[in-house]
């Protein structure tokens, strides 16, 4: 990025430029630009951590993602609101995170039950055998994807579980996620309503086998929707889909990206990783702490005021909108000594990786679990092990900024381990 | 001093357990419980520290 004296400073989430890497951005956003009003987007900006909590604090529906969490830049420039915006339709229902209270908070409850901490820690065998099993396929390959062939089978296959659909369909679904995001690389933002459309034929079936089997709650992902009641009336399989494309989404791209990342992080720091492997099973947990603070690929959301307030200082009348840029908050000097230095054991007080507040992840056990189990059993077996960046990618992205592909070396016996390690 | 919760945004994380485990506990469905609704000055730091922790933003003190 090259700006003279001369030039007016800009940032705009969707140019080329930006998307490819938005650090130096970030850099100059938080020293100062710290509120950056985009003009275009009537969209104010926030690049602080501290700023960005200030935000997400604030309750009592001042701020709906009624635009859309990821709305794109046509939308921005062709709509304005003078005033708080009109209310979303509501036949069919929208999805929960265009919502906001009481509705938002019902809606992510009928299906918070198996992401719950005990219902997840529950997972942990099943994630164990498929980490091992994902890894006796791949080491006799000598190398592989590392992101989408090993966090990102091991990751859709879990979403296979909570939904009830086949194991068989792990690929299908992870590709279908990357189908999503990828678009967004071309600088107009997502068509959500478009490839939410197409996640739905995937989902709509597994809901329409629950109502079959008659929701007793033993898929309690999807027969909590089932009993859900929307004033006073079920939702349609339609709609029931439709609430669940968060869930499906939000880890299977998320936790593949932040596993690989990390472990080449780790790679290239020798020091780093030899103290991890001191003791797998009590430092794994600690670097993926890192790992989700440096790694975590969400750039940004968006929302809309409904209601004038203050943010840093700022006054937002209703109907105007704020960005929080996640991926700068990582990097904020005032949060983390050296961001930029990936340190496995760094003190981390908190972290905004997994959002905060209303919307704040709602998987964030799973993908805690996920981490820890992905990490420590590569870890385990595979002694040596290398990065070709050559023939990696990283795509630019205006919200999901990681390594799409990061080819690994292997240097590991081909003797499964199968169930014989213990953790 | 009093703990106010927002049983709509509280997901029972749990994060409030850790920070003050003498006014706040998971049962076995995780589910919040308020051991104590009324406090004083001496769990005002430990209050704080919860209502701060929270990730859903779910915890209030009403002094």
Partial sequence: MQTSSVERFEYDPFSKEVMSNPLPWYKKLRAEYPVYFAEKYDTFIFSRFEDIVELLSQGDNIFIASEQTLPSPEHLMAVRHEGPPPPLPMDPLPRSSNLGSPWYEQLRHAQLKPLRPRSVAGLEELMRRLARERLDELIPQGEFDLTQEYGGMVAASIICHLFDLDFARARDVRDAVNALTITDQEGGGLDIETLVEQLVTIIKPAVEKRRQAGADGSVPLIDGLIDYRFEGRPLTEHEIAMQLICVFVGGTETVPKITAHGLLELSERPDQLQAVREDIDANVPVAVEEMIRFCAPAQWFARTAHKDTVVAGQPIRAGQRVMFLFGSAARDEREFDRPDRFIWNRKIERVLSFGLGQHHCIGLHVARLELRVLVSEFLKRVPEFSFDLSRSTRLPSSFQWGWNSLFVKVNATTESTGGGETS | ?63
């Fill in chain 2, 1 to 63: 001093m009093k703990i106010k919760v927002d049983w709509g945004l509280c997901d029972g994380n749990g994060a409030c357990a850790l920070e003050a485990p003498m006014l706040f506990e998971l049962d076995d469905d995780d589910q919040l419980i308020v051991l104590r609704e009324d406090f004083g000055p001496e769990l005002e730091a430990p209050a704080a520290a919860a209502v701060r922790a929270c990730p859903k933003r779910a915890l209030r003190i009403e002094v």
